[in-house]
């Protein structure tokens, strides 16, 4: 039996269970497990009261976070979208993506969405729901890579660098330019966005963004050595943790770390990321289970999530890391929570 050590509400909740964590518990360096969890009370006008309570939180300590750069990607693309409103143009209008250069390609059409046409919109509701890589390639191919990092920074958000897209043939120097964009009505082009191209070097937040003992490099062999992920994305789990609280709480943090959204687009956030992939038509996903995606409340089981909960969340999993952050509600119980976990 290893001696405890209370450093916290966290660590005293995972001690009263060691069977379930004494893996982590003993060995917290190795598995670099970080934890926020948030506590939500709310006054007799139903206002929230958050306070949160930390383990391991470093934002120091790099992890991979994978598909978590798409709750950033959201909020963004949305800001961004309501800009263009004078022209006509809203989350739900046709967007095209054209292409300047190798190895960009175009999308004309999406199958799975109503009347095959893309849109802001239905990208959203395609990484939320089955957490689709290309539903963000486009999405940071319309924000920009210079708009995406800057924007985020300036609402307080310094603890991030998105500097790639998920998969595909791209680099970190063919990462800075993003594709052309177009939004269309029928024939008719409302808006016209040129090739993006981010000049500025951007210094890594990290300092040695190091992991692991060996990799296996582009060609295929196996390198002793930790793998660099220096030219890959960052966001603390902190700046994950207060992303979401801007989707459902958006009036508990200062107005400069909010998003400029309108009401419908906070409703659309929500649905799209409380939503289990048996409920979407299109896309329609009838074989993924209610756990897919979510990883906190419903683990790997393959039972339909009990009637009365509901989970707003976005999760990462790639090179060793998972993550989760979720808002999570037991509607018949009134119990409320926030879990960020790497």
Not at 195 to 220: C, F, M, T, V
Not at 288 to 302: E, M, V
Request: hydrophobic share 35%; net charge positive; proline share 6%.
């Amino acid at each position: 039996m290893f001696q405890r050590k209370y450093t916290g509400l966290i660590d005293s909740l995972m001690y009263s269970r060691q069977a379930d964590f004494a893996a982590i518990l003993k060995n917290p360096k190795k598995f670099e497990v970080q934890i926020i969890y948030t506590q939500i009370n709310r006054d007799s006008l139903n206002r929230p009261t958050l306070k949160s309570y930390y383990y391991e939180v470093d934002k120091n300590r790099y992890f991979y976070p994978a598909s978590m750069v798409k709750l950033p990607a959201a909020l963004l693309a949305l800001e961004k979208i309501n800009g263009l409103k004078a022209k006509g143009i809203d989350k739900f209008t046709t967007m095209r993506t054209d292409s300047a250069r190798a190895p960009q390609t175009t999308v004309r059409k999406d199958t799975t969405a109503q009347g095959g046409n893309p849109s802001v919109a239905h990208y959203i509701k395609k990484m939320f729901l089955v957490s689709d890589n290309d539903a963000f390639n486009r999405l940071y191919e319309f924000i920009g890579q210079a708009y995406f990092n800057e924007h985020l920074w300036e609402k307080g958000y310094k603890d991030a660098l998105i500097i790639q897209r998920i998969h595909g043939k791209f680099d970190l120097e063919t990462n800075r330019y993003t594709n052309p964009v177009r939004f269309v009505e029928g024939k008719k082009t409302l808006h016209r966005q040129a090739e993006l191209h981010n000049k500025k070097q951007y210094s890594y937040p990290i300092q040695n963004p190091r992991k692991g003992k060996a990799h296996i490099d582009k060609q295929g062999k196996k390198v002793n050595q930790p793998f660099d992920f220096s030219d890959h994305n960052y966001i603390s789990l902190q700046d994950l943790h207060d992303m979401l609280k801007a989707v459902v709480f958006p009036e508990v943090l200062p107005a400069s770390k909010r998003f400029n959204l309108k009401p419908d687009d906070y409703q659309w956030l929500r649905t799209c990321m409380s939503a289990y992939p048996r409920e979407s038509t299109e896309p329609a996903y009838p074989k993924k289970p209610d756990s897919f995606r979510k990883y906190l409340w419903l683990g790997n089981g393959k039972q339909p999530a009990p009637s009365a909960i509901r989970i707003f969340n976005k999760v990462g999993q790639s090179y060793g890391f998972m993550i989760d952050c979720a808002y999570i509600v037991d509607f018949e119980k009134k119990i409320e929570f926030m879990l960020s976990a790497v």
